[in-house]
């Protein structure tokens, strides 16, 4: 095991490298660099924007830019940003936060809701309440997440005319005032009270594609773990219905639902960045649609440089839960 | 006895029938397949006579109606009689109470809608010209009233034509990125597979002899091998056996070009590198650099290295999916939306983007597919006759696999539309005068969050177009899969 988890890792470091010398080639793709922004500012001169170029090392070729980046990287220095004259970590740090906050409430809320709806539809299985539920599922799929978001805050707005205050926020984070105090001035229990209601709508909307595809997968578990000979032999032997369905058949079907939960976050990530920038929730996305308008490199770089390790490690735990649960996946 | 001779005739109809056929009545069998595909036709057409349905040309726009609420269609005049459907002249004011613009209709004199008019002309179908419309008036053309069934947008043009022109664009994009990104991943994914375990050489370096061991064991006749044993000469010599001496030798050239090329490529990166650092990461670099270069020295010289090229095709896809697909998605198309391009570039742009983003999972299916396939009876019985490796590949696996093709494609779809709306959505896809969904969808929240409470047209109609066919592939998808699945026949 342990022999599979170090090669496991040594196999991840050429697939980081890889992907953040592709973006790093994408990058280079546009015309100009950010320095060229500074060109039409009558405050700079010509000399001050050359001097600029050879500080951030834009005037090398981009093989040394790259090198030179990943060794800044390695030493936990993700560069400068030009548009917000200070680090990046320290630009990048609130945004990630603030992304985790909704990819981990959104994790939270598919496995809440999907798990007991794929139990309810396996156990009734073609009855009114499954196709009902598989109904809702084909359309949580379908629904594009920015529509889907829009659509929730046309419905806060609704709310809002209808009973005259704010039910639900219109879009955002935080509010600007929590009982008249500053938020930051707020007790900090109020201060994530209030960040989690404002999340209430971009976790449904981010959550809800998630929801309905593990809905499916959870139901096909247990429709197949039904069918085993020791339910059966369970049921033969006269144990009570509830101990069969809970103990026999939801126990082996959760299994490899759980343990995926790494693989969700790819398609979470994306689903939530779409989100991020409909309901102005200040997460990573944003930050990095800003950052591709002005070319700021480094804030790009950094953000997919996070955030493919994130993904990596995501990925990594799933393999690694999903080996140790089910012996019959071996460690080739 | 004619009634013996029917009922034969039945029974061999029903046993022989093809695997297609087969398919087709599983496909039929399925509950929403048919309103899904009916709903895509329906789609697919309306977008083709975009500029028949649509009373207005795509670009037209009035400056002063901006984000002016869907035409009323009056059936009953002021006093209640029943006449011709019309419309009243709609004009824009401004409340001088609350400042907001408002919009009121002139019922003085109606303009009634008739059906199939002669309004602006345009080019069926790109060369036909034509002026011929589903429905409109004199009053469209010259302009004294105006019909915008479902409003307008930003720039006062009428959003139901607009839908039917950016169909095209939503509607198509996805098929032409799949067939393209098919097109990798089956070529890629059929390579990877096909030729997984066996090694390409990425170089062969020109002094590269035989381990000292492997020649002590061969006693004195040793020295004499230690030429006829160089890589050079046995890679030749292999090729001979093969008869494909001129593709060894491109191989060669292509292996050395590339080779120095990367050298030259580390020496100018340490340059650089070197020139602008101080202290320990000075010091690294120099024994990274220094390592790096010696090893490829080496292996210019000396050295042997191969890839599995399967490996190599692989790893490329891992890397594509290590990068969060949003973030792929937005760095390409924003690094691109830099250059000022004509609409017709940027579809195909996007196009290939989407194609270049998604086309290491099918490859992925296309090689697991490839590896079980390669192994069968009827592959080694082609190879027995005589096939070649491509001949195997291209005319006896890939088609073998064409079942998990279609269904793989279609499932893939309405990733397509979601991602090209996505894009287009966040303004870095398709981008005005041209219109696609995701685009008109993107107006509506523009002027703010309160934006969508006063126009919800430009949120609802673009938006159920995007969802509606997603919504009918899914279920397309979901059908040919029930469908075309070989292990469905069992049951």
Redo the contacts between chains.
Sequence with gaps: MTAYIIRRFIHLIPTFLGATFLAFLIIQLAPGDFVTRLEMDPSYNHEQIENLRHLFGLDQPFTVQYAKWLSGFLKGYLGISLSYQTDVWQVIKPRLLNSLVLVTLSILFIYVVSIPIGIYSALHQYSWGDRFWTTVAFIGLAIPNFFFALLMLYFALYLKDVFGHEIFPIGGMRSLYIAGLDFYSAPKWRQWLDILWHAVLPVIVSGTSGTAGLTRVMRTQMLETKMQDYVRTARAKGLPERVVIYKHILRNAIIPIIASIGFLLPDLFGGAGLVEVVMGWPGLTPLMLDALFSIDVYIIMGSIAISVVLLMIGNLLSDLLLAWVDPRIRYS | MAEDKTNLLEGLGEHSLSHWQKAWLRFRRHPFARWAGSILIILYLMALFADFIGPYPEAKSFRKLQFAPPTAIHFKTETGKLVRPYVCKVKRTRNLQTFKLEFKQDCNKHYPIYFLVHGFPYKFLGFIPMDLHLFGGPWVMSGKAHIFLWGTDDFGRDLFSRIWFGGRISLTIGILASMVALLLGITLGGISGYFAGQEMHLIRGFLHFPSRSELASEGAAAFRRVFSESSLVRGWRNAVYEGQVSGYIVGLVFQYAFWILSIV?VV??MK??LS??TGL?LA??ILVFGGLLLYMFWALVFGELAVDIDELIM??T???????????L???S???A??DLPSATRFMLVLSILAFVSWGGLARTVRGFVLQLREMDYAQAARALGAGDWRILFRHLLPGILGYLIIVVSLAM?GYI?AE??LS??G?GIQDPASSWGLL?SK??QGG??A??DR?WL?FFP?FF??VS??AY??LGDALRDALDPRAEQH
């Excluded at chain 2, 891992?318 to 792929?328: C, K, N, Q, S």
């Design positions: 490529v100018i990166t650089g590198f602008i650092s990461e690294v670099a790893r490329s891992e890397v594509l999916a290590a990068i969060p697909g949003l973030f792929l937005i760095i390409l924003g690094m691109l830099k250059y309405p979601l709306s996505s959505f966040l870095l969808l509506a929240q969050m309160t969508l409470r919800p949120l938006g995007i969802f997603i919504l899914n279920y």
